[in-house]
C-alpha cells in the first residue's frame, strides 16, 4: 500500500468530491477488475436473495483466488449498472463491494496532481462538493471493512 507523508502530499489541503451519479467509474470501455471479498460476496447474495453459488456462477469471475464482478460483454459496464429514466444506477449500491465504495480516492488515482486530473476528466464529481481532508482521504485508503460499522447492511425486502 502506498503511504504517504501527510505534510508533503500535494493534496495535503485536501480534495472535492461528489458523486454525480453518472456511472462512469462503473462503465467501460476498458475492462477491468471490480474485487470482491467473501463477507461482500454473502451481502450481495443476501440483497439479492440468491445463493453464493449462483451468485458466483452468474455474476462473478474468479482470477486467481480472487473474485471479480462481470462486465457487460459489449460495452464492459459493470452487470450491476443498470441503466434508468435520468442515466445510471447501481443494482446493489447498499452492498457494493469496497472498491467501488472509496471510488475516486484510490492510490492509483492520487499518486499525482496529474493523475488525479486525469481522472477527473471522466469523474464529474472530482472537483465538486465536499472537501476530503488529507486525514479523511488516508483513512479512506486504509479502509477495508466497511461492514465493521454497519455489520448488517439493508436487505431488499
Not at 467501488?100 to 492520487?110: A, D, G, S
Request: glycine share 6%; hydrophobic share 30%.
Amino acid at each position: 500500500m502506498l503511504k504517504t507523508n501527510k505534510k508533503s502530499s500535494w493534496y495535503v489541503n485536501g480534495l472535492h468530491f461528489q458523486c454525480a451519479a453518472c456511472g462512469n467509474c462503473c462503465s467501460g470501455p476498458g475492462e477491468g477488475f471490480i474485487w470482491v471479498t467473501e463477507p461482500e460476496i454473502k451481502f450481495i447474495a443476501d440483497y439479492l436473495k440468491i445463493a453464493e453459488e449462483k451468485l458466483c456462477h452468474k455474476y462473478l469471475r474468479q482470477v486467481g483466488l480472487r473474485f471479480s464482478i462481470l462486465e457487460q460483454p459489449f460495452n464492459k459496464d459493470c452487470v450491476f449498472l443498470q441503466k434508468t429514466g435520468s442515466g445510471k444506477q447501481c443494482a446493489i449500491y447498499s452492498v457494493r463491494p469496497n472498491q467501488c465504495r472509496t471510488w475516486p480516492f484510490w492510490q492509483e488515482n492520487l499518486y499525482s496532481i496529474d493523475t488525479w486530473n486525469q481522472v477527473a476528466r471522466c469523474c464529474p464529481g472530482i472537483t465538486n462538493g465536499k472537501v476530503y481532508s488529507c486525514d479523511e482521504i488516508e483513512e479512506i485508503l486504509e479502509s477495508k471493512k466497511w461492514w465493521k460499522d454497519d455489520p448488517k447492511p439493508a436487505i431488499a425486502k
